[in-house]
């Protein structure tokens, strides 16, 4: 049989088949984790960038129950935000906002106080940007430059700067070494935040 | 005898993986990972571990298949042998590592074509053995990670003064400029090409004691 012309085709379906139903397989078993995964660190995300809503040392169930618990799903007056309250009254928007970064889709999550102005800060729970640079936007040094800042109403919310720049109230200093990524991530942000607040505009006619 | 000519050929197979013929430094393969992955030591640890475990477990796979593999399709299984080990890496990671899967972005993914994978694949486990085979791999992953380590440990040094992530002291301090070119592609290829010099220059002068 193994001197026939069609052995080595067969043969080669018979091994695809087989290793692609292992595959397939340990997929299928880890899909529910993977998921979980997911959900999670967007969990974490939404409530690390509301005010008092995160806490480093608290562990993946509490932070889950806390969620549960605390922040509210999206719904018409909120334009797609995750909503917060305190004492009653609405504290901060969540807005979940993601596009294209340099070699994969960006996420992250962007706090806005109920001013709907100030920053209260940006959590990126998934991105694929080049580690040690572009992935640098998820470090808490670059991360944290974004809290306090004030939505401007020119053409750009919020704008990067070169590093080493004198920032101003809308200002941010962009990723040394990651042109790409920074340029991605300024639009993503401009155009969630522009987006969002626009529909709440209009929500609120 | 033949327990002895075993072992001999076990430590050629340690001695070439690791020093002799060494993937890296020597044969020059697998160079796009070891440019990709190097800014973090931690991340490189990673991929090594994800390396040593395709390479040696397709060795064995391909070792174990080659009786039966037709010539004409071999390069087919083996490609789909590296493959099939890399998802099962990647998925893996996903489910349980969610943090390192994210941090080594697409580079998991890419072990498929790391040529030392196949390299060693064509050039040794499709001819020998399973445990050869799988030996061989192993070593030769050993050799890659040892120079990977090199190369990480002082990229991220000077380029971002940290190891493993800690502020190290002097280099995260005020005196030291961090050197960014390190972190950023071209400072791989200085540093890959100082420590092959380095290490070329070692293995050239032992060779000349032996003679």
């Known amino acids: 049989m193994r001197e026939k012309k069609w052995f080595p085709i067969l043969y080669m379906f018979i091994v695809t088949a087989f290793f692609s139903s292992i595959v397939i397989g340990v997929s299928q078993f880890t899909k529910q984790r993977v998921v ?104 808490i040094k670059f991360r944290s430059q974004f809290q306090g800042k004030i939505v401007s109403t020119g053409p750009k919310p919020l704008s990067f700067k070169r590093p080493g720049d004198v920032l101003g109230k809308s200002d941010v200093h962009a990723v040394t070494g990651a042109t790409q990524t920074s340029a991605r991530l300024e639009k993503i942000i401009n155009e969630g935040l522009k987006n969002w607040q626009q529909k709440m505009a209009e929500g609120a006619n | 005898m033949a327990v002895a000519g075993e072992k001999s050929e076990i430590n050629k197979i340690i001695s070439d993986g690791i020093w002799q013929s060494n993937p890296i430094f020597k044969q020059v393969l697998g160079i796009c990972s070891t440019l990709a992955v190097t800014n973090l030591v931690l991340n490189t640890m990673v991929m090594c571990i994800a390396l040593a475990f395709t390479l040696s477990l397709s060795a064995a796979t391909v070792s174990a298949m080659r009786r039966s593999t037709p010539r004409n399709v071999r390069m087919m299984v083996e490609t789909l042998i590296i493959a099939f080990y890399v998802i099962i890496v990647d998925v893996l990671l996903k489910a349980y590592w969610p943090q390192m899967s994210n941090s080594l972005g ?100 032992r060779e000349d004691k032996q003679k």
């Not at chain 1, 999670?40 to 549960?68: I, K, M, T």
């Not at chain 1, 309250?85 to 806005?112: N, S, T």
């Open chain 1, 36 to 139: 979980a995964n997911q959900k999670r660190s967007f969990e974490q995300a939404v409530l690390a960038v509301l005010p008092g809503a995160y806490d480093v040392n608290a562990g993946n169930l509490e932070l889950h129950r806390r969620f549960q618990e605390q922040i509210d799903k999206p719904d018409e007056f909120s334009a797609g935000a995750y909503t917060i309250k305190k004492d009653g009254r609405l504290a901060a928007y969540a807005l979940p906002i993601q596009g294209q970064g340099f070699w994969a889709p960006i996420k992250a999550v962007i706090g806005v106080a109920a001013d709907k102005k100030t920053i209260t800060g940006v959590t990126f729970y998934e991105q694929k940007e080049t580690p040690g640079l572009g992935a640098q936007i998820t470090t």
């Open chain 2, 106 to 205: 697409p580079y998991v993914g890419l072990i498929i074509t790391n040529c030392i994978v196949m390299g060693r694949c064509e050039a040794y486990a499709n001819s020998q053995p399973i445990g050869r085979a799988f030996l061989d791999g192993l070593f030769n992953a050993l050799g890659y990670s040892f120079v990977l380590l090199i190369i990480a440990v002082f990229r991220e040094l000077f380029g971002m003064g940290t190891l493993l992530g800690y502020q190290m002291p002097y280099f995260s301090g005020p005196h030291w400029g961090k050197w960014i070119i390190m972190v950023m592609p071209p400072g791989a290829f200085f540093m890959l090409a100082i420590v092959t010099w380095i290490l070329r220059s070692i293995q050239m002068t």
